[in-house]
């Protein structure tokens, strides 16, 4: 057996697989919840066939009052997407919700709709979200502790989340330019460090309104200002 033309072979193998461009599929809907990315993971995810697929998803679920989930049922749906996307060989990256402005929220749902303060929702969510990682043994991206530890949300006009200041809408929830970019610096380097891009070259986003990329140009696409086009240039520029 020639050892040496095995060897060229599998190095020659390498090579093209690393210079394969990335494919990054946006497949974010706004207002989704868990309840409707569990009514479309088929048609949206599954069969696409990505190797990695990020998923976001318990904003909706936490801060919308029209599709407010106890958090027993947000555990089980959330978990139950998490299972039907690993039972079909994807590997899984799951990012934590963002923290929100409640004094925008109140100004567009009644205050009185929430047992708790929304974003003491979010945190359940985001322990809920890292339990279900670990014992899933699937990987996991607290993007709610890096947003917390720049002081988000606040309403000057470099906040990274959309205020009055920076775009004239008094929203609090979705990224501005500079937030989303920043989603996609830290899950780029995440997948880096845990060594997920090597064979992962189709990578798909589900989730609601933050992964399509809301009041951003090129939103719900793999273009523009929105998370997955930023780190889809991310990607293919190495």
């Known amino acids: 057996m020639n050892y040496r033309y095995l060897l060229l072979c599998c190095l020659m193998a390498c090579?093209?697989?690393?210079?394969?461009?990335?494919?990054?599929?946006?497949k974010g809907i706004g207002g989704n919840s868990t309840s409707?990315?569990?009514l479309r993971a088929e048609k949206d995810v599954i069969t696409l066939?990505?190797?990695l697929v990020v998923m976001m998803a318990g904003t909706n679920d936490m801060v919308n009052s029209q599709k407010l989930l106890p958090f027993t049922q947000y555990d089980i749906q959330y978990r139950k997407l998490v299972q039907r996307l690993r039972q079909h060989g994807a590997t899984?990256?799951?990012?934590?919700?963002?923290?929100?402005?409640?004094?925008?929220l109140f100004q567009r749902h009644q205050r009185t709709l929430y047992d708790i303060d929304p974003n003491q929702r979010i945190d359940s969510a985001v322990a809920i979200v890292?339990?279900?990682?670990?014992?899933?043994?699937?990987?996991c991206l607290d993007l709610h502790d890096i947003f917390l530890r720049r002081g988000e949300p606040q309403r000057s006009a470099a906040s990274l989340i959309i205020n009055a200041a920076n775009m004239g809408r008094e929203d609090g929830i979705h990224p501005t330019a500079a937030g989303y970019r920043l989603m996609a610096e830290q899950l780029y380097a995440y997948l880096k460090q845990h060594r997920l891009l090597r064979k992962h070259h189709r990578i798909l986003c589900f989730g609601d309104s933050i992964t399509y990329g809301a009041f951003m140009e090129g939103a719900g696409t793999d273009t523009g200002y929105c998370y997955p086009a930023v780190l889809k240039r991310l990607l293919n520029k190495d």
């Open 15 to 26: 090579m093209a697989c690393a210079s394969r461009p990335y494919t990054v599929i946006n």
């Open 36 to 38: 409707d990315l569990l």
């Open 49 to 51: 066939k990505p190797d």
């Open 92 to 104: 899984v990256v799951l990012m934590t919700s963002l923290p929100v402005d409640t004094g925008y």
């Open 130 to 139: 890292k339990a279900i990682a670990a014992a899933e043994k699937v990987y």
